[in-house]
């Protein structure tokens, strides 16, 4: 693996449901965020990880969970889908996040659609 | 509420031409910025970053950055159709970084 990886790439989900959605970095990068990019809004930060064990909010954490267990992973649940988080949804990791210097890389991304 | 403007576009240039893209940012204190280019369908791309007033180049990209009038650009000279994408403007403070919505270069053979 070179970067970040994520899956699944693509999934439709019934309302209700829950879902994980999987990140995974092998570029021993502190800081993980994930994003979620919507038509005519642009890139939301939906929540962040400092470093393995730690968590925060973003913008627009509502119905969405994450955890950070080790540095190299970050998955994002959604516990009850609804139509509203039909999005795309981005991955993205940085050296470290306490620094301004800290240019973030991101996945390539899973479209999700939730019906 | 922090907020980065820029022209949602399309911008259209012919190929060989000089690309334009244009940002203004509302934090007077944010410290480093960064374009990203994003394909259709695709992940957003970090092209460049600059944290300093002036300018700063890598290959056929330039950055260049005015804090007193909070604004950052990004030049592109012979533009070419792989060019062509949605050009995303961030701004970061801290730990913070804010997208702009993206302005779209079509670049016309």
């Known amino acids: 693996i070179a970067g970040i990886t994520q899956a699944p790439t693509s999934q439709i989900l019934a309302a209700g449901r829950r879902m994980t959605l999987r990140c995974t970095q092998d570029?021993?990068?502190?800081?993980m965020y994930w994003y979620r990019q919507d038509l005519g809004l642009g890139l939301r930060l939906i929540h962040y990880?400092?470093?393995?064990?730690?968590?925060g909010k973003g913008e627009v954490p509502d119905g969405y969970s994450v955890s950070r267990a080790n540095t190299d992973d970050f998955p994002l649940t959604l516990a009850s889908a609804v139509p509203s988080q039909t999005s795309v949804y981005f991955c993205?990791?940085?050296?470290?996040?306490?620094?301004?210097?800290?240019?973030?890389?991101f996945g390539p991304g899973t479209r999700l659609t939730v019906l | 509420q922090k907020e980065v403007e820029q022209n949602s576009g399309p911008l259209s240039v012919p190929e060989g031409a000089i690309a334009s893209l244009n940002c203004t940012y509302s934090d007077r204190g944010s410290q480093s910025f960064f374009w990203y280019r994003q394909y259709s369908g695709k992940s957003p791309e970090l092209i460049m970053f600059?944290?300093?007033?002036g300018d700063k180049e890598d290959g056929r990209f330039t950055a260049q950055l005015n804090k007193a009038s909070q604004y950052v650009s990004l030049l592109i000279r012979d533009s070419q159709p792989s060019d062509s994408a949605t050009y995303l403007c961030a701004v970061s403070r801290y730990s913070t970084l804010t997208f702009g919505k993206g302005t779209m270069l079509l670049v016309s053979p």
């Open positions: 990880s400092n470093t393995a064990g730690t968590t």
């Open positions: 993205a990791s940085s050296r470290d996040r306490y620094s301004s210097y800290n240019e973030q890389f």
């Open positions: 600059i944290y300093s007033n």
């Open positions: 570029m021993r990068h502190n800081a």
